[in-house]
């Protein structure tokens, strides 16, 4: 397990609370009955419904470990301090991208809340951590699986 922080905003940290406590209870339960059913079938070394269910039973304790290490590492982000001077994880950056003609925002957010196709990006995906520690009008350039991207920051909030 990774020692580095899991930075979460308190929404962030919120739905993750959430979501461990309906797969602690509601989960486990289901796949529990899941497995009991499935044993009452009778000979569990050939059953396909048996081996699936213990398959899920895995993927949920997995899912349930990953949640509970992402909240022992969980550092808050404060989204109410200004951002305004400097990127840093938990601003809103509004950047133009040479050769757009829109301006784009993102939020900088921790690995754990990334969606990238709503605008919150990771702070260490490789567009996130060239943006960090960045000024108002200043140019970055960043190099993406896609290529070279050019951008210049706006706005930072």
Do not use: C, F
């Not at 900088?108 to 960090?132: D, F, H, M, T």
Request: net charge negative; glycine share 10%.
């Amino acid at each position: 397990m990774s020692d580095k922080p899991a930075y979460l905003t308190r929404d962030g940290r919120a739905k993750l609370e959430a979501e461990l406590e309906e797969l602690q209870t509601v989960g486990r339960r289901q796949v529990a009955e899941r497995i009991g059913a499935a044993k009452e079938l009778g000979d569990i070394s050939e059953s396909g419904e048996y081996e699936d269910a213990k398959n899920q039973q895995a993927h949920l304790e997995g899912r349930i470990r990953e949640i509970k290490g992402i909240l022992s590492r969980a550092q808050l982000i404060d989204e109410e301090n200004g951002h305004g001077n400097e990127v840093r994880v938990g601003s809103k950056v509004t950047v133009r991208v040479e050769g757009e003609d829109e301006d784009e925002t993102w939020s900088i957010v921790g690995s754990a809340e990334a969606k990238p196709r709503e605008g919150k990006i990771s702070n260490e995906s490789p567009l996130g951590s060239s943006l960090l520690g960045k000024r108002r009008n200043q140019k970055v350039t960043v190099n993406t699986p896609s290529g070279t991207m050019k951008l210049t920051i706006v706005k930072i909030q």
